[in-house]
Protein backbone atom coordinates (compact mmCIF):
# COMPACT_ATOMS: atom_id res chain seq x y z
CA UNK A 1 0.00 0.00 0.00
CA UNK A 2 1.11 3.50 -1.18
CA UNK A 3 2.30 5.71 2.28
CA UNK A 4 3.18 9.36 2.38
CA UNK A 5 6.18 10.01 3.65
CA UNK A 6 6.83 13.10 5.31
CA UNK A 7 10.16 15.66 4.90
CA UNK A 8 12.01 16.88 6.83
CA UNK A 9 11.00 14.55 10.27
CA UNK A 10 11.51 17.51 12.80
CA UNK A 11 11.64 20.90 12.71
CA UNK A 12 12.15 23.52 15.31
CA UNK A 13 11.47 27.27 14.84
CA UNK A 14 10.79 30.30 16.48
CA UNK A 15 6.90 32.02 16.94
CA UNK A 16 5.99 34.12 14.30
CA UNK A 17 7.84 32.01 11.67
CA UNK A 18 6.35 29.53 8.79
CA UNK A 19 6.38 26.45 8.96
CA UNK A 20 6.53 24.12 5.98
CA UNK A 21 7.03 20.23 5.54
CA UNK A 22 6.48 18.05 2.54
CA UNK A 23 5.32 14.62 1.71
CA UNK A 24 5.39 12.07 -1.29
CA UNK A 25 3.53 9.38 -2.39
CA UNK A 26 3.95 6.90 -4.72
CA UNK A 27 0.82 5.84 -6.60
CA UNK A 28 -2.57 7.72 -7.92
CA UNK A 29 -4.58 9.18 -5.34
CA UNK A 30 -8.43 10.32 -4.88
CA UNK A 31 -7.09 13.10 -2.32
CA UNK A 32 -4.18 13.42 0.43
CA UNK A 33 -5.28 14.78 3.58
CA UNK A 34 -3.37 16.47 6.36
CA UNK A 35 -3.40 15.41 10.15
CA UNK A 36 -2.09 17.01 13.81
CA UNK A 37 -1.63 15.25 16.44
CA UNK A 38 -0.67 16.67 19.96
CA UNK A 39 1.39 14.38 22.20
CA UNK A 40 0.01 11.21 22.28
CA UNK A 41 -3.63 12.27 21.60
CA UNK A 42 -5.47 11.56 18.63
CA UNK A 43 -5.26 13.03 15.51
CA UNK A 44 -7.42 15.66 13.93
CA UNK A 45 -8.42 16.66 10.58
CA UNK A 46 -7.06 19.98 9.04
CA UNK A 47 -7.39 19.93 5.45
CA UNK A 48 -8.09 17.73 2.51
CA UNK A 49 -6.85 18.59 -1.21
CA UNK A 50 -8.24 16.24 -4.00
CA UNK A 51 -6.54 15.15 -7.30
CA UNK A 52 -7.52 17.94 -9.27
CA UNK A 53 -7.06 20.76 -7.12
CA UNK A 54 -3.14 22.28 -6.93
CA UNK A 55 -3.92 24.50 -3.72
CA UNK A 56 -5.95 25.00 -1.07
CA UNK A 57 -5.88 27.24 2.15
CA UNK A 58 -7.74 26.87 5.56
CA UNK A 59 -7.26 29.65 7.92
CA UNK A 60 -3.13 29.87 8.75
CA UNK A 61 -2.62 26.77 6.99
CA UNK A 62 -2.00 26.63 2.72
CA UNK A 63 -1.30 23.38 0.72
CA UNK A 64 0.34 22.53 -2.29
CA UNK A 65 -0.05 19.13 -4.87
CA UNK A 66 1.57 18.35 -7.17
CA UNK A 67 0.56 14.76 -9.13
CA UNK A 68 3.03 14.73 -11.43
CA UNK A 69 6.06 14.80 -8.68
CA UNK A 70 3.18 12.89 -6.32
CA UNK A 71 4.53 15.84 -3.84
CA UNK A 72 2.46 17.99 -1.51
CA UNK A 73 3.21 20.37 0.74
CA UNK A 74 2.12 21.78 4.17
CA UNK A 75 2.77 25.54 5.51
CA UNK A 76 1.93 26.97 8.58
CA UNK A 77 2.51 30.52 8.41
CA UNK A 78 2.89 32.89 11.33
CA UNK A 79 2.95 29.52 13.46
CA UNK A 80 2.25 29.86 17.56
CA UNK A 81 3.37 27.75 19.97
CA UNK A 82 -0.13 26.08 20.14
CA UNK A 83 0.67 24.76 16.58
CA UNK A 84 3.72 22.34 18.46
CA UNK A 85 2.36 18.80 17.29
CA UNK A 86 3.16 16.13 15.09
CA UNK A 87 1.55 16.72 11.62
CA UNK A 88 0.95 13.73 9.28
CA UNK A 89 0.17 13.32 5.41
CA UNK A 90 -2.48 10.39 4.72
CA UNK A 91 -2.99 9.32 0.86
CA UNK A 92 -7.05 8.13 -0.02
CA UNK A 93 -6.70 5.96 -3.21
CA UNK A 94 -9.59 5.29 -5.47
CA UNK A 95 -12.19 2.60 -4.96
CA UNK A 96 -11.78 2.36 -1.03
CA UNK A 97 -11.69 4.64 1.67
CA UNK A 98 -8.64 3.37 2.90
CA UNK A 99 -6.06 5.81 4.54
CA UNK A 100 -2.09 5.07 4.43
CA UNK A 101 -0.35 7.61 6.79
CA UNK A 102 3.07 8.72 6.49
CA UNK A 103 5.22 8.77 9.47
CA UNK A 104 4.96 12.40 10.50
CA UNK A 105 7.16 15.58 11.07
CA UNK A 106 7.48 16.60 14.76
CA UNK A 107 7.21 20.52 14.99
CA UNK A 108 8.48 22.61 17.37
CA UNK A 109 7.26 26.27 17.94
CA UNK A 110 9.39 28.51 20.47
CA UNK A 111 7.86 31.03 22.24
CA UNK B 1 -14.80 16.50 21.77
CA UNK B 2 -14.21 15.02 18.46
CA UNK B 3 -17.16 12.96 18.52
CA UNK B 4 -15.54 9.63 18.48
CA UNK B 5 -15.12 8.16 21.73
CA UNK B 6 -13.10 5.72 22.99
CA UNK B 7 -12.38 4.29 26.26
CA UNK B 8 -10.34 2.85 28.56
CA UNK B 9 -7.75 6.56 27.83
CA UNK B 10 -4.82 3.81 29.17
CA UNK B 11 -5.10 0.26 29.94
CA UNK B 12 -1.90 -2.16 31.46
CA UNK B 13 -2.48 -5.86 31.41
CA UNK B 14 -1.14 -9.04 31.56
CA UNK B 15 0.17 -11.36 28.69
CA UNK B 16 -2.59 -14.04 29.95
CA UNK B 17 -5.42 -11.63 30.05
CA UNK B 18 -8.30 -10.22 28.09
CA UNK B 19 -9.35 -6.98 27.24
CA UNK B 20 -11.24 -5.05 25.08
CA UNK B 21 -11.16 -1.42 23.93
CA UNK B 22 -14.55 0.56 23.00
CA UNK B 23 -15.22 2.81 20.60
CA UNK B 24 -18.27 4.93 20.11
CA UNK B 25 -19.00 7.43 17.32
CA UNK B 26 -21.37 10.01 17.45
CA UNK B 27 -21.58 11.13 13.86
CA UNK B 28 -23.95 8.92 11.98
CA UNK B 29 -20.42 7.98 9.84
CA UNK B 30 -21.15 4.62 8.47
CA UNK B 31 -17.59 3.41 8.51
CA UNK B 32 -14.97 3.22 11.28
CA UNK B 33 -11.58 2.17 11.94
CA UNK B 34 -9.01 0.76 14.41
CA UNK B 35 -5.24 1.97 13.88
CA UNK B 36 -2.20 0.88 15.82
CA UNK B 37 0.60 3.46 16.69
CA UNK B 38 3.63 2.34 17.98
CA UNK B 39 6.69 4.70 18.46
CA UNK B 40 8.87 5.70 15.20
CA UNK B 41 6.45 3.86 12.94
CA UNK B 42 3.93 5.15 10.51
CA UNK B 43 -0.12 4.52 11.77
CA UNK B 44 -0.61 1.02 10.93
CA UNK B 45 -4.32 0.25 10.19
CA UNK B 46 -5.71 -2.84 11.29
CA UNK B 47 -9.46 -3.45 10.42
CA UNK B 48 -11.81 -1.26 8.32
CA UNK B 49 -15.53 -1.75 8.80
CA UNK B 50 -17.98 -0.43 6.25
CA UNK B 51 -21.93 -0.49 6.93
CA UNK B 52 -20.91 -2.99 10.39
CA UNK B 53 -19.07 -5.51 7.99
CA UNK B 54 -15.64 -5.87 7.86
CA UNK B 55 -14.30 -5.24 4.71
CA UNK B 56 -10.59 -5.09 5.27
CA UNK B 57 -8.10 -7.46 8.06
CA UNK B 58 -4.55 -5.99 8.00
CA UNK B 59 -2.80 -9.43 8.54
CA UNK B 60 -3.48 -8.57 12.38
CA UNK B 61 -2.57 -11.49 14.53
CA UNK B 62 -5.83 -13.59 15.89
CA UNK B 63 -4.92 -12.33 19.16
CA UNK B 64 -6.65 -8.59 18.10
CA UNK B 65 -10.12 -9.00 17.73
CA UNK B 66 -12.59 -6.89 16.03
CA UNK B 67 -16.38 -6.86 16.87
CA UNK B 68 -18.72 -3.87 15.28
CA UNK B 69 -22.61 -4.53 16.31
CA UNK B 70 -23.87 -1.43 14.74
CA UNK B 71 -22.61 1.47 12.47
CA UNK B 72 -21.89 3.52 16.15
CA UNK B 73 -19.50 1.25 18.10
CA UNK B 74 -16.45 -0.86 17.39
CA UNK B 75 -14.83 -3.11 19.96
CA UNK B 76 -11.26 -4.69 19.72
CA UNK B 77 -10.94 -7.65 22.10
CA UNK B 78 -7.72 -8.27 23.00
CA UNK B 79 -6.24 -11.77 24.67
CA UNK B 80 -2.66 -13.19 25.00
CA UNK B 81 -0.78 -10.35 23.96
CA UNK B 82 2.81 -9.85 23.66
CA UNK B 83 5.39 -6.63 25.31
CA UNK B 84 5.38 -5.32 21.34
CA UNK B 85 1.79 -4.78 20.97
CA UNK B 86 1.65 -2.17 23.80
CA UNK B 87 0.89 1.07 21.68
CA UNK B 88 -1.64 3.76 21.13
CA UNK B 89 -4.57 2.43 19.70
CA UNK B 90 -6.79 4.96 17.91
CA UNK B 91 -10.14 4.40 16.51
CA UNK B 92 -11.28 6.64 13.74
CA UNK B 93 -14.93 7.02 11.38
CA UNK B 94 -15.97 8.81 8.13
CA UNK B 95 -18.63 9.05 6.11
CA UNK B 96 -18.03 6.90 2.49
CA UNK B 97 -18.84 8.31 -0.31
CA UNK B 98 -18.20 12.12 0.94
CA UNK B 99 -14.84 12.19 0.90
CA UNK B 100 -13.95 13.60 3.61
CA UNK B 101 -11.78 13.31 6.52
CA UNK B 102 -11.29 10.70 9.46
CA UNK B 103 -12.44 11.61 12.75
CA UNK B 104 -10.18 10.53 15.11
CA UNK B 105 -10.43 9.54 19.06
CA UNK B 106 -8.22 10.17 21.67
CA UNK B 107 -6.94 6.72 21.65
CA UNK B 108 -6.13 4.14 24.29
CA UNK B 109 -2.16 4.07 25.30
CA UNK B 110 -2.15 0.05 25.71
CA UNK B 111 0.95 -1.28 28.02
CA UNK B 112 1.46 -5.02 28.08
CA UNK B 113 3.80 -6.65 30.81
Known amino acids: SQQGEEDPQALSIQEGENATMNCSYK?????LQWYRQNSGRGLVHLIL?????REKHSGRLRVTLDTSKKSSSLLITASRAADTASYFC???????????FGKGNQVVVIP | ETGVTQTPRHLVMGMTNKKSLKCEQHLGHNAMYWYKQSAKKPLELMFVYNFKEQTENNSVPSRFSPECPNSSHLFLHLHTLQPEDSALYLC????????????FGSGTRLTVV
Open chain 1, 90 to 100: ATASYGNNRLA
Open chain 1, 49 to 53: IRSNE
Open chain 2, 92 to 103: ASSQVGQGDGYT
Open chain 1, 27 to 31: TSINN
